[in-house]
């Protein structure tokens, strides 16, 4: 008996010790990040894009042509080779979603949280999108396909989104295989967030493409901080991808709030947004079709609102305070046109307290507040 005790008493300090060294091992900079050997006199650093820092590989491993697809490290062994010519370094493959089933229920799953997350702003479109995962070679044949360029060398996903004759909208949406959940729901709410602009924006709405994708890597941001997965939020940040519009959305969202952000979107009169964030505010109110101009054919009805004067929100901080009333956004002392039912009226935010707002109708010259009931 005594015998065991000190056997296993023996082992566990053996376990320890090798514990602690591997644990050394994964963090001396002189062990290849690849294949775990230490390095020679030189080391060849790689951006390791799962967790956006650059490791140390050898010579060896620096020359191997076989990358993995998610971290962008040589892979030399215990990899897995994907059909479609993709491979998966062993840390990589554990979290990679191969299941075709398991990505659409991701997908689902998403799909309704951004249902749930942005239902008081936007409609996204849901029962008019066909949603596959693909492999890289099917990818590749649809952004060489006429019409699609290659923006990013790092393609995962893609929204293809036509008008049919009867008016309704219809949307293919690809997402590439093989992607860890967190990323494959990201990636599915920057898509869908495509197929909105393609029915929400007018076809003479001139937004450039960078601007485009910075607000489609902005929904897919406040989703995945939604979800709480903030080491996909950090590289939503990271990726050059919209050239630095995903700071600036960020920002403009969190400043003036998501409705500021989507009536920009229709109706501003900068292409992207710019360092002065106040621009954000500046719009051009849409102008009835001319009467021998047919307008465009859409599944959207207009945005119902109340039929009083009905405070929905406050947004933003300090000067960039904003109170959301029936369908527009005011600042402190702003006059401008509201919808009330079937009619307009002009009224002049006079101040914007913590749960309610003073105004005044045009035309009277009677103080109102209107307070913001919490749900």
Not at 210 to 221: H, I, K, N, P, S
Request: glycine share 6%; proline share 4%.
């Amino acid at each position: 008996m005594k015998l065991d005790v000190a056997i296993k008493f023996w082992l566990s300090i053996l376990v320890s010790v090798l514990s602690a060294t591997a644990s050394r091992c994964l963090a001396d900079p002189n062990v290849c990040a690849s294949c775990g050997h230490y390095i020679g006199e030189t080391v060849y650093l790689i951006m390791d894009r799962v967790e956006g820092e650059k490791k140390g590989v050898c010579e060896t491993c620096a020359y191997l042509k076989r990358r993995c697809s998610l971290c962008g490290l040589p892979v030399k062994e215990n990899y897995t080779a994907l059909l479609d010519g993709r491979y998966l370094c062993a840390r990589d493959t554990k979290t990679a979603v191969q299941d075709v089933e398991e990505a659409k229920r991701i997908w689902a799953d998403a799909s309704r949280e951004m249902d749930r997350l942005f239902s008081r702003f936007m409609t996204l479109p849901t029962t008019n999108i066909v949603f596959a995962v693909v492999d890289q070679v099917h990818m590749d044949q649809i952004l060489q396909s006429p019409g699609f360029e290659r923006q990013c060398p790092f393609i995962l996903g893609c929204t293809r989104s036509r008008l049919l004759g009867d008016g309704r909208w219809k949307h293919l949406i690809d997402v590439l295989s093989a992607l860890p959940k967190a990323e494959l729901s990201a990636i599915s709410a920057h898509e869908r967030a495509h197929a909105w602009l393609a029915e929400n924006i007018a076809p003479t709405r001139e937004l450039e493409r960078d601007t485009m994708e910075g607000f489609c890597e902005l929904v897919a941001y406040r989703l995945m901080e939604n979800l709480g997965e903030k080491n996909e939020m950090s590289s939503i940040k990271r990726n050059a991808y919209s050239r630095g519009q995903i700071d600036l959305f960020v920002e403009a969202e969190a400043s003036y709030g998501m409705y500021v952000v989507l009536q920009w979107l229709k109706y501003g009169v900068d292409g992207r947004l710019l360092d002065d964030l106040d621009r954000i505010r500046k719009i051009a109110e849409p102008r009835p079709a001319a009467a021998e101009i047919q307008p465009l054919p859409t599944t959207i009805a207009p945005t119902p609102v109340p039929d009083t004067l009905t405070l929905i929100g406050i947004s933003g901080t300090g000067s960039r305070r904003l109170a959301l009333i029936n369908d527009r956004a005011f600042g402190a002392d702003e006059s401008g046109k509201v919808r009330v039912g079937k009619t307009n009226v002009v009224i002049r935010c006079l101040e914007i307290r913590d749960r309610s707002v003073v105004i005044e109708v045009d035309g009277s010259h009677e103080k109102q507040e209107l307070s913001f009931k919490l749900k």
